[in-house]
């Protein structure tokens, strides 16, 4: 099947750091990816969605400026979270849509645990 | 609003029972279903994806779609305490975003 990677899968720092995490597809080309956010016991939230060459849509809610999402090619996306703090700590996942398939099927990487002290 | 609406949970079931999962949508627009397993601390897994009425089989899982009752389940034969996690519903209109359901938790004693 196919296989989404994350980078780091978890990382430390002190607040007013900023963090950026990978997004890879393996073994397909994505035209979009998708970053969500989950905090303890809740849903995935969706943040944003990456078109490869464009800029990203932000959901309602999400800080632009400080969640920084760039999709360059069509294996790679990348969230920057600028300025950190500890209400950032959460764990963020990245999923992507094989561009190659008919359906609508997201495969998901296997999330980055955020923590800022 | 689109809306998933999934029970929370948790559904107890014994080891070797059949688990059912069920799943409702709002939104008659929807064209694709998904069911993602994630375990807890980790992120979701694919289990089963489902396009049109009926049901659809793959190993111990069975889907089942009905698009008239805005209905979606899953199925899961002889479970086992490895199925324990919580089992996300999805739903998407033809190149939008996914609406997951809150998730349903899963406990499946030995």
């Known amino acids: 099947g196919a296989v989404v990677s994350q980078h780091p899968s978890r990382v430390i720092c002190k607040s007013g750091t900023s963090v950026k995490i990978e997004c890879r597809s393996l073994d397909f080309q994505a035209t979009t990816m998708f970053w969500y956010r989950q905090f303890p016991k809740q849903s995935l939230m969706l943040m944003a969605t990456s078109n490869e060459g464009s800029k990203a849509t932000y959901e309602q809610g999400v800080e632009k400026d400080k969640f920084l999402i760039n999709h360059a090619s069509l294996t790679l996306s990348t969230l920057t979270v600028t300025s950190a703090h500890p209400e950032d700590s959460s764990f963020y996942i990245c999923?992507?849509?094989?561009?190659?398939?008919?359906?609508?099927?997201?495969?998901f990487g296997p999330g980055t645990r955020l923590t800022v002290l | 609003q689109k809306e998933v609406e999934q029970n929370s949970g948790p559904l107890s079931v014994p080891e070797g029972a059949i688990a059912s999962l069920n799943c409702t949508y709002s939104d008659r627009g929807s064209q694709s279903f998904f069911w993602y397993r994630q375990y807890s601390g980790k992120s979701p897994e694919l289990i089963m994806s489902i396009y049109s009425n009926g049901d659809k089989e793959d190993g111990r899982f069975t889907a089942q779609l009905n698009k008239a009752s805005q209905y979606v389940s899953l199925l899961i034969r002889d479970s086992q305490p490895s199925d324990s996690a919580t089992y996300l519903c999805a739903v998407i209109e033809r190149y939008s975003t996914l609406t997951f359901g809150k998730g349903t938790m899963l406990l499946v004693s030995p």
């Open positions: 999923s992507a849509r094989d561009s190659s398939e008919r359906t609508d099927t997201q495969y």
